[in-house]
């Protein structure tokens, strides 16, 4: 089993940060490629918010550039999305996912999303 575990969702107001932060659990975790966050505001459909490969390399939605910063420790199995001068419209929930994610040396992979941290921004 995987767990894809979320944290630093909240409550803030216009112009303030909130960093958020997911670890892939698993009894063994051998590799994983690329890890992202969504959104999802309520009634509407999941939107890339940003990615990062197991290389580094990271690429945004458009609403997202020059205000989020995400980034990965891969020895810890965690990837982190930076949040800076947040606005209301950044308002909804937020989920991790993570791609091939490898289990054993079979090959056994995974890939899914964990579940949702609230961020709200008020104005």
């Known amino acids: 089993q995987v767990q894809l575990v979320v944290s630093g969702g909240g409550l803030v107001q216009a112009g303030d940060s909130l960093r958020l932060s997911c670890e892939v659990v698993?009894?063994?975790?051998?590799?994983?490629?690329?890890m992202g966050w969504l959104r999802q505001v309520s009634g509407g459909q999941p939107e890339l918010v940003a990615r990062?490969?197991?290389?580094?390399?990271?690429n945004y939605a458009d609403s997202a550039k020059d205000r989020f910063t995400v980034s990965r420790d891969n020895a810890k199995n965690t990837v982190y999305l930076q949040m800076n001068s947040l606005k209301p419209e950044d308002t909804a929930v937020y989920y991790c996912?993570?791609?091939?994610?490898?289990?054993?040396?079979?090959?056994?992979?995974?890939?899914?999303w964990g579940q949702g941290t609230q961020v709200t921004v008020s104005s």
């Open positions: 990062i490969t197991n290389y580094g390399s990271a």
């Open positions: 698993s009894k063994r975790i051998i590799s994983i490629g690329d």
């Open positions: 996912s993570a791609d091939d994610v490898r289990l054993d040396s079979a090959g056994t992979t995974w890939s899914g």
